[in-house]
């Protein structure tokens, strides 16, 4: 049995269809780069050792050995504790607060008795790594192409309020798709199936 064919007409609203010449303008990119800010900057980080002492006597003893250059483990080992080690973290990644502020305080290979929120303990700067503040110039390319992404989404909810209001008020589709300035598509003949005769 022949199936029945038929020739569509469509419109079609898609930002990528409007957005490859939408002008962006230097507000645009700002007010992009201000909702970013806070993702496009890279946080101080640091890698530390954190030895735990029972009491302050101890954590000064853990603190000279440390100094002199012992393993934290072995040390940490014979006073029944163990070591905790961050490796390159920012200071919202240490555990304690305490301990984070006192270790982002401290200069690199320092080390410190500090008295956390846990207890007393002993913390060595073993590494500083910078952080970075974002320009808004270093991430132009990929700001202009949001804002453009964002532009070419609110040109397409336009036009397809334009054409709705159109069509709502008795338009055909092809008179409601000029009205709106979108070009129309014709398909076909094609089946149900989507396949040509």
């Known amino acids: ?65 440390l100094t002199k250059g012992e393993d934290p483990r072995v040390i940490a080992k014979s006073y029944g504790v163990e070591a905790i080690g961050y490796a390159d973290k920012p200071k919202a990644a240490i555990a304690d607060p305490k301990v984070g502020e006192a270790a982002f305080a401290m200069a690199s290979g320092a080390v410190q008795v500090v008295q956390g929120d846990l207890g007393p303990a002993v913390v060595k700067v073993v590494a500083v790594t ?40 008795g338009a055909s589709l092809t008179e409601a798709a000029a009205k709106a300035g979108v070009a129309t598509m014709t398909l076909g003949p094609v089946s149900e199936q989507g396949v040509s005769p």
Do not use: W
């Open 1 to 65: 049995m022949k199936p029945e064919f038929r020739v569509l007409t469509v419109v079609r609203f898609s930002p990528s269809l409007v957005g490859a010449n939408l002008p962006v303008t230097e507000a645009d990119i700002q007010k992009q780069f201000n909702f970013r800010k806070d993702t496009l900057n890279k946080p101080e980080t640091r890698s530390i050792i954190q030895v735990p002492g029972k009491d302050a006597a101890t954590a000064q003893a853990i603190a000279a050995r």
């Open 130 to 169: 910078p952080g970075h503040v974002a320009t808004i110039d270093e991430v132009r390319p990929m700001l202009e192409a949001e804002a453009r992404k964002t532009a070419a989404a609110e040109k397409v909810y336009e036009l397809s309020q334009k054409y709705d209001d159109a069509h709502a008020g």
